[in-house]
C-alpha cells in the first residue's frame, strides 16, 4: 500500500463513536502520548504552536463528567434545563478511558490573528483524532453541554484570550463502525480556475 493509500484509509474509515458506545477497556498512557505527539506536529503559523491539553485519566474523567453535569445545571435557566441531558453528561465518563479538554493559547504575537491559533489547534485535534484511528481507539470531538460556554474556560482556568475547542473522548469499543458518506457531491465544493 502506498502512502497515499495508507492516509486515505485512515481518513475516510475514521468515525466519531459516542462515548456511551466505549467499552470501558483502558488506554495505555504510552499510547496517549504518542497521538499527543501526533498533535504537536500540526501547522503553525509563526510557530506559535498554540495547541493546549488536559489530559484526564481514571477518578479524573469521572470527577470532570460530574462537574460538567453540575456545571450545565447551574448555568442553565429553569426552563431550558434538561433532566436528560443532565444525566447524559454525568454519565458520559462511565466508559470512557480518557477525555483531552483542547484550546488554543492565545500567543504574543498580536499580528498572528485569532482564527490562525483557532485553525491550528483544530489541525492538532485532527491529527489525534487520525492517530487514534490508527491505533484503533474511538473517539468524539465533543462541543456540547458548556463546553464552548464562558464557565468551561473558568473550570480550566483559561484567559480571557485563550479558546475552547472541545473535549476529546476516548475509548474502545466492540461494536463495528457504521459505513460513512457525504452529502453534498464533491464537484459542489471544489470551484476550478484555469485562466
Not at 458506545?21 to 501547522?43: C, H, R, S, V, Y
Not at 458520559?92 to 483531552?100: C, E, Y
Not at 473522548?169 to 480556475?193: A, Q
Request: aromatic share 10%; with cysteine; net charge neutral.
Amino acid at each position: 500500500m502506498t502512502n497515499i493509500e495508507t492516509l486515505s484509509k485512515v481518513i475516510t474509515e475514521r468515525r466519531s463513536i459516542k462515548p456511551q458506545n466505549f467499552n470501558g477497556k483502558k488506554i495505555e498512557k504510552t499510547t496517549i502520548d504518542q497521538i499527543l505527539m501526533l498533535a504537536d506536529w500540526a501547522p503553525t503559523h509563526g510557530h506559535t504552536e498554540p495547541w493546549r491539553f488536559v489530559v484526564m485519566a481514571n477518578d479524573a474523567v469521572k470527577r470532570f463528567c460530574q462537574d460538567h453535569a453540575e456545571m450545565y445545571k447551574n448555568n442553565t435557566p429553569e426552563e431550558n434545563f434538561l433532566k436528560a441531558t443532565y444525566e447524559k453528561l454525568y454519565n458520559q465518563g462511565n466508559s470512557t478511558s480518557h477525555i483531552i479538554a483542547v484550546f488554543s493559547k492565545r500567543g504574543e504575537k498580536p499580528n498572528i490573528q485569532v482564527k490562525e491559533e483557532i485553525c491550528a489547534t483544530a489541525c492538532a485535534v485532527q491529527n489525534i483524532l487520525l492517530g487514534a484511528e490508527c491505533l484503533a481507539i474511538s473517539s468524539f470531538w465533543s462541543t456540547g453541554g458548556q463546553i464552548l460556554k464562558p464557565a468551561m474556560k473558568t473550570y480550566f482556568n483559561l484567559l480571557e484570550a485563550d479558546t475552547m475547542l472541545g473535549i476529546l473522548y476516548l475509548g474502545y469499543c466492540d461494536e463495528p463502525k457504521r459505513n460513512g458518506s457525504r452529502i453534498t457531491p464533491m464537484e459542489e465544493k471544489v470551484m476550478w480556475y484555469n485562466h
